[in-house]
């Protein structure tokens, strides 16, 4: 241990004295193991640990994979007695849960508010092992019909809502037309379904939608969660369930797709199976650029033993042994380690709330909680161990095996003059170079993926319109003629405020939503399903959204007042059904809109125009057909008022709430945002947070190659001072130096820029699903890279060979 503690300490006086190499070496350990934490950090907490529940690696979802749409995994949502008969037959499952969300408003003061909440059967709490952290917990009575009313609350509600008192423990809320009283409140991490009002309820085979608060004519859809038994993998669960829902599929065929297929899958597929790939690829990244920091520093400890080793010779003289050799070398390199450890540590925190406001919403579940932990710090120093190893045992292995005898007869005061470093700083060069080319060139074609997502033409205009969802209390406005009562005195009131242009309803979302359906076009045979998505929309929104008119004409106000059975449908609906033919007049039948009415009216729709495309299956995807009908025909409709505005969407919020509460306190407008900003983040944050990260870490590479370079190429400069002074005292001229220098320090540099072009060739073709508007080989990405990398190794290069230029023959030669 004293030993140890010598090596240790006249490790630090010695790093003391080469304050330039040192500082470059922290940079690079600090970026490479701060970098490595973050990541570590987010693939821990949302891909191995992202859930507080007991044992929640057994926990899964069920899924009803339809065949016709391959690739998406289907709903984790069942009615009530599939679910039971699911729990009754499977032999895979120790536990089974359910509840149902939606959203409900309740007042709170002089405001109305929207949140997500959940009815819970009182069986799922114990199951996921969560007892609240204040106030008790709920029981299998407080489930039942006869029951005294009650609720607990998230820790999330509990700070926003009420500044965490305490004292809001028995007070009453109307949640759901019945008053009741919160008897508890969540951990912070228990957020299943991103609910904030949890609600106890008995759930039964027979219940409907009406015990939710919907339709009596329902189904009740239940979210399910199961529990795996200890041993079952997740293919014997899908292969056992499979089975009872094929069972089901035979007695209640309305409920299940023609052909399908179960898949049981952890509760975390469920979140992140679409960040898997990005996770993994930017894991991928960040060990590129840690493998690039230890080359770095590996390199820059090599190049500082070479200049040593006449020290080190002298040691080994008066008795060191070649251990005693190698672990001085090793105690520097631990001492650089640890010293970058923490500076990663501190760079790692701030990069980790960094990473946390760029994470696209929704793409991680709610209970996932990025941040240091013991875990993630235990990775962190183990990859520091290793860097250790990897830093150091290249230098301490030279420093042991040097010539003696030669390195005590040399006059210098560095190494020898004639002898520089050897070939194997060249090769760390030449990786580093290499790998930074990789990152570079993924960092490029997300870049690309980027800009082409944003140029994307979405048909229509996007700016200055404001997205106004309208949440109706439960049990209210149930009916067509109820709602429209409602939108007919609130719409002139909106029209009316300032900077208000036009407004419209619809139950769609441009871009990001439509509602999905098999078409019948009657007249016309087909072998295969046809498909199309449709949207209950007014006569405003064509005017709104400012999309034209081909043919025919538009929705009027007496279609939208009297309900009628007419529709508007776009250029790509009329091409793929109706080819060269004139659809006006001819009409088509939505079969999936049966399940929106509440009475159910087989009945077919006359086409009277044709408008525009416009994207309708997000920013990747073709134009689907399309067909726009009157929202009138049914109370079921996801109500969305899109307001076009002269001043900044943001502005009308405020008055907007108001118009509403002077219609009906009881209804609010939840998550009203810009159309602009919610395509942003539906469709761009995905790209931007791969584009931004890759950036960092491709930016970071560049540098620390950089370092890389121009390191060996100061101290070969250093190194042979001697020789280069002999050269111009013998007439050599500066340009026929720097010509020699410069090319001894590109020839790593080239070697690393054409195995890294081979390299990013073979391995960005994994990102081919993350690409868009640009293939994985784009050659105009890869010479961009090129031409940047390779003009700052050039300018890495230049600076030390130009000082070598300037060396004075006669300081040279006297220096000797």
């Not at 081909?550 to 106000?557: I, N, Q, W």
Request: charged fraction near 15%.
């Amino acid at each position: 241990m004293r030993r140890l503690i010598l090596d240790l300490r006249y490790a630090m006086r010695s790093l003391r004295r080469d304050r330039k190499s040192v500082a470059l070496a922290l940079v690079a350990l600090a970026l490479g193991i701060g970098a490595t934490t973050v990541i570590f950090s987010v693939v821990y907490s949302v891909l191995i640990d992202p859930f507080p529940y007991k044992n929640s690696e057994q926990l899964v979802h069920i899924y009803i994979h339809d065949l016709a749409q391959p690739g998406q995994y289907g709903p984790t949502y069942h009615t009530a007695k599939t679910f039971f008969d699911y729990k009754a037959q499977n032999h895979v499952f120790s536990d089974m849960m359910a509840c149902t969300g939606l959203y409900l408003v309740y007042r709170l003061g002089n405001s109305t508010y929207r949140t997500v909440a959940a009815f819970f059967d009182p069986a799922m709490f114990s199951g996921l092992g969560v007892r609240p952290m204040l106030g008790r917990e709920i029981t299998e009575s407080d489930g039942e019909p006869d029951a005294p009313p009650v609720f607990v609350i998230s820790d999330r509600m509990w700070r926003e809502k009420f500044n965490r008192d305490p004292k809001v423990l028995g007070m009453t809320l109307t949640l759901a037309g019945r008053s009741r009283a919160l008897i508890g409140i969540m951990p912070p991490r228990f957020l299943m379904l991103d609910a904030d009002i949890w609600i106890p309820m008995k759930i039964t085979a027979e219940m409907t939608a009406a015990a939710a608060g919907g339709p009596a004519s329902e189904p009740l859809y239940v979210f399910t969660i199961a529990r795996l038994r200890p041993g079952i993998s997740l293919q014997q669960a899908a292969a056992n369930v499979d089975v009872i829902a094929h069972n089901e599929a035979g007695m209640h065929p309305e409920l299940f797709p023609k052909q399908f297929k179960v898949f049981v899958g952890t509760i975390a597929d469920r979140w992140t199976r679409k960040l898997h790939l990005m996770v993994y690829i930017l894991l991928g990244a960040v060990l590129t650029l840690l493998l690039i920091a230890c080359g770095n520093v590996a390199n820059l400890l090599l190049l500082r033993a070479s200049v040593r080793e006449k020290e080190l010779a002298v040691r080994a003289a008066i008795g060191a042994s070649r251990r005693d050799l190698i672990r001085i070398v090793l105690a520097e390199s631990f001492v650089l380690a640890l010293a970058g450890t923490v500076i990663g540590c501190l760079l790692a925190y701030g990069g980790i709330q960094w990473v946390k406001a760029t994470i696209p919403p929704g793409s991680i579940p709610a209970e996932a909680e990025i941040r240091l932990n013991s875990v993630t710090l235990l990775a962190t120093v183990v990859v520091a161990l290793l860097t250790t190893l990897l830093c150091g045992l290249a230098p301490a292995l030279r420093a042991s095996r040097f010539d003696i005898r030669r390195q005590l007869s040399n006059t210098g005061k560095g190494a020898d003059a004639s002898s520089p470093p050897g070939w194997l700083p060249t090769i760390l060069v030449s990786i580093q170079i290499s790998l930074a080319i990789v990152l570079l060139a993924g960092g490029g074609l997300m870049m690309r993926t980027f800009l082409a997502l944003m140029d994307v033409d979405v048909g229509f205009d996007a700016e200055n319109i404001l997205v106004a969802p309208v949440i109706f209390p439960n049990g209210q406005y149930t009916t067509a003629a109820t709602k429209q009562i409602f939108f007919q005195q609130l719409l002139p009131r909106i029209a009316a405020l300032p900077g208000v242009i036009s407004l419209t309803l619809s139950d769609s979302l441009p871009v990001v939503r439509a509602n999905p359906s098999e078409l019948n076009i009657p007249g016309s045979a087909h072998s295969q399903t046809w498909t199309c998505v449709f949207d209950l929309v007014d006569d405003d929104y064509f005017g709104t959204i400012r999309l034209p008119l081909l043919r025919g004409r538009l929705l009027s106000a007496a279609d939208i007042d009297s309900a009628r059975y007419v529709a508007v449908i776009n250029r790509k609906f009329a091409h793929d059904f109706f080819g060269e033919s004139n659809p006006i007049g001819r009409t088509i039948e939505l079969k999936e809109l049966n399940s929106l009415m509440a009475v159910p009216r087989q009945k077919p729709f006359e086409i009277v125009g044709i408008v525009g495309d416009a994207r309708n299956d997000g920013l990747v995807n073709d134009t689907r057909p399309e067909a726009f009908i009157p929202h009138t025909i049914t109370a079921l409709a996801d109500d969305t008022i899109l307001v076009r505005t002269a001043v900044s969407p943001d502005s009308i919020q405020e008055n907007m709430r108001q118009a509403v509460s002077s219609i009906d306190q009881n209804v609010a407008l939840a998550d009203t945002a810009p159309l602009e900003r919610i395509l942003h983040r539906e469709f761009l944050t995905g790209p931007e947070f791969g584009f931004l990260l890759l950036t960092v870490f491709a930016g970071i590479g560049m540098i620390l190659s950089a370092i890389g370079v121009f390191s060996m190429m100061s101290y070969t400069v250093s190194l042979q001072t001697h020789d280069i002074g002999i050269r111009m005292a013998l007439g050599a001229q500066p340009e026929s130096v720097l010509r020699m220098v410069l090319w001894g320090g590109l020839r790593p540099v080239l070697a690393g820029v054409l195995i890294g072009l081979a390299m990013s060739l073979a391995l960005t073709r994994l990102m081919a699903s993350q690409l868009y508007g640009v293939s994985a080989t784009d050659p105009w990405t890869l010479l961009g890279v090129i031409l940047v990398l390779g003009s700052v190794g050039m300018i890495a290069c230049f600076l030390p060979a130009r000082r070598a230029t300037k060396v004075d023959p006669l300081v040279a030669v006297r220096y000797e």
